[in-house]
């Protein structure tokens, strides 16, 4: 993994909201192949990816990306996400 991007938490959030990589990819707007990156770590998003993922989960930037990043999803429900 590349030192200069910082691990993050779209993968498991991603799994407990029930979305598969190409659900998520295509809500932001970007391909199945970006959100993998993203997720293993090879990737940093834009600012504006990045808060569109966190949108989409429900969770906040610092908690997806930052500082706060724990081990349980942080507040977000599986209906709110259901589009």
Same mark, same amino acid.
């Given at each position: 993994?590349?030192?200069?991007v910082? $691990?993050?938490? !779209? &993968? @498991? ?5 029930? %979305? ?6 295509? &809500? ?11 997720? @293993? ?5 834009s !600012?504006?990816?990045? %808060?569109?993922?966190?949108?989409? %989960? ?5 908690q !997806?990306?930052?500082? $706060?990043?724990?081990?349980?999803a ?7 996400? &259901?589009?």
């Open positions: 993994m590349d030192p200069d910082t $691990e993050n938490l !779209v &993968r @498991k959030l991603r799994r407990w909201a029930e %979305l598969s990589q190409a659900d998520l990819a295509a &809500r932001v707007g970007v391909t199945r192949q970006t959100i993998a990156n993203i997720e @293993k770590g090879n990737y940093s998003p !600012v504006h990816l990045a %808060l569109a993922i966190c949108r989409e %989960l429900g969770a906040t930037v610092e !997806v990306f930052g500082a $706060e990043q724990n081990t349980t942080p507040g977000i429900t599986r209906e709110r996400n &259901r589009r």
